[in-house]
């Protein structure tokens, strides 16, 4: 079994003696928020939480996200949350970086180690604690799910990074892959949150441009991706938003594998407005 590991920010804040030099993007094409921009003092509360902060890196804004929220959640011993999600069209994929989470979903417990990822469904009942002597981290990506008459809405499930076989891309002899957690084909979900891997070496060989908007947290590694006509480079702790039809390539440097959490809204028809409409 291949030992994974996952980044996850521990706060602090930077000396006075620093450098304010960063990597830090913002344009309206794409973002890259790096980690040593998650500190401290950027961190929020949410209402119904006990002991627990959280990183926001992405919600729905003008010029910014459209489809989805993404946060990294930090929840200290006997923290958590019995009332998590406010929004009862919201649907929600949850990703553990780093300690254990107990997760309540669907009338089942379940202990979510690192690689841990859990599927919650739009007005679910469920709520997380930490039962550990140690915080735990994860990811919450949150969507308003898009309900479509005559299809159901998808039903929960919980699993773990390494009970799921990477699927190679065609041609790449393995050294690109993506863990798929559901079938694509199935389009009761219309998101998608998935892990890609490159190994040292390996590209995105043309510039991706496609309507589905992105978050990709890397998980692991560095990379040179590129960003509409901007190369960056970016390592484990980074996140990047690419909204839709921004181009996008990655050229994997090395010397281990690089691997990110991916975010994309999939499986709907474009919404329209009416011609001249206000």
Known sequence: MIDRTYYAP??????QTELLTDRAVFTDAYAVIPKGVMQDIVTSNLPFWDNTRVWILARPLTGFAETFSQYIMEVGPGGGSDKPELDK???AVLFV???TLTLKLAGQSHAMEPGGYAF?????????RNESADPVRFHWIRKAYEAVDGIDAPPAFVTNEKDVAPNPMPD???KWATSIF?????VRYDMHVTIVTFEPGAVIPFAETH??????????????????????EVEAGDFMWLRAFCPQ?????GPGNFRYLLYKDVNRQAKLKPTGAL
């Open 89 to 91: 069209q919201a649907e």
């Open 249 to 253: 390539a990655c050229y994997a440097g």
């Open 120 to 128: 919650v469904p739009p007005a679910a009942e469920w709520a997380v």
């Open 182 to 186: 559901v079938d694509p084909k199935d």
């Open 10 to 15: 521990t706060g602090g804040l930077s000396a």
């Open 172 to 174: 790449t002899d393995g």
């Open 211 to 232: 309507v589905m908007e992105h978050g990709l947290y890397v998980l692991e590694g560095k990379a040179v991706y590129r960003l509409n006509q901007d190369w960056v």
């Open 97 to 99: 970086v780093e300690g």
